[in-house]
């Protein structure tokens, strides 16, 4: 069956530019996060959702990042006034909501922010 | 706070030669730790979930097990295609969210 996708895979753009990322979930997961892996560092968590509310925002890093999520599926994560720091892989996960189920990673997307 | 620490941070194999990557966690109860594989340019390969201390999970060359304070992930004559970086993830009673370690490079030549 089909995994997680996300789009675009590479994403690069200027300083100060708006960016969004798009997640499409695996059919009938209904939780979902996002994470962001920096070069050599390990992944760190964003934010969680689960349906459309999202009970975990603990670890998106300014105000400039939010996320939402429609119908229980797709979600966009946008980034506003893009910093060079904010560049990074982005990654997408979904699992059933069942407490330590494995969470199923999207394949990224890359921003950078030049 | 929880946290997950790796090592080492790069390991060099001859195939054939096995070895164990370390996972050395604190966290404020333990839901589950996970045992991830990722390749370059793409996202995490589920592959193993522990629950409890001394629970043993097995699969091809691979074989994690875990402990109260620490997972080692042991890998028994690895060859070539066994090359990825291994990441370890705690997920907390009180979360749902991963919380990674920087991950092992395993390398394995013939």
């Known amino acids: 069956g089909a995994g997680v996708s996300q789009s675009p895979s590479n994403k690069v753009t200027e300083k100060g530019k708006d960016v969004e990322l798009r997640c499409d979930p695996i059919s009938g997961h209904t939780a979902l996060y996002w994470y962001r892996q920096s070069l050599g560092q390990g992944l760190e968590f964003l934010i969680y959702f689960q349906g459309n509310s999202a009970p975990d925002k603990s670890g998106l890093p300014s105000d400039r990042f939010s996320a939402e999520r429609t119908g229980g599926s797709v979600s966009t994560l946008t980034i506003q006034r893009t910093q060079q720091e904010d560049s990074a892989v982005y990654l997408c996960a979904s699992s059933l909501e069942v407490a330590g189920a494995r969470q199923y990673f999207g394949p990224g997307t890359r921003l950078t922010v030049t | 706070e929880d946290q997950v620490t790796q090592s080492p941070e790069a390991l060099r194999l001859q195939e054939g030669e096995s070895s164990s990557l370390n996972c050395s966690y604190t966290v404020s109860g333990l839901r589950g730790l996970f045992w991830y594989r990722q390749d370059p340019g793409k996202g995490p390969e589920f592959l193993f979930t522990l629950y409890s201390a001394g629970e043993e999970k097995e699969k091809e060359r691979l074989k994690a097990t875990l402990t109260k304070k620490e997972s080692f992930l042991h890998i028994t004559a690895p060859k070539p295609e066994d090359s990825a970086t291994y990441l370890c993830?705690?997920?907390?009673?009180?979360?749902?969210?991963?919380?990674f370690g920087t991950g092992t490079r395993l390398q394995v030549f013939p």
């Open positions: 993830a705690v997920q907390a009673f009180n979360t749902d969210k991963l919380i």
